[in-house]
């Protein structure tokens, strides 16, 4: 089975970066799409950015201009940038790859905390 490891959550101050990095394992003969939510504490979990095989790139208003998403096609890895971090970007952050209808594979979430 396809498997997604999470990397470079942390704690950080206002204003630091954190990169994330969500790697698979398995194999992956198609991927539609991949991307990041976050899920903060007594919140629904919401989509932060995407990235689909075409290209086209989706952020969410909140996060737009400081987070950046990349990927990596051959290694099959998904990155996220997150720069400006404010408070109310804590929360836990899943990586999610689309494999086909039906087949939506998930990370274990990594927490991302920023506080003073």
């Known amino acids: 089975q396809v498997q997604l490891v999470e990397s470079g959550g942390g704690l950080v101050q206002p204003g630091g970066s954190l990169r994330l990095s969500c790697a698979a394992s398995g194999s992956i003969l198609r991927l539609d799409a991949s991307g990041w939510h976050r899920q903060a504490p007594g919140k629904q979990r919401e989509l932060v950015a995407s990235i689909t095989k075409g290209g086209t790139i989706y952020y969410a208003d909140s996060v737009r201009g400081r987070f950046t998403i990349s990927r990596d096609n051959a290694k099959h890895t998904v990155n996220l940038q997150m720069n400006n971090l404010k408070p109310e970007d804590t929360a836990v952050y899943y990586c999610?790859?689309?494999?086909?209808?039906?087949?939506?594979?998930w990370g274990q979430g990594t927490q991302v905390t920023v506080s003073s």
């Open positions: 999610n790859f689309n494999l086909g209808p039906w087949y939506d594979v």
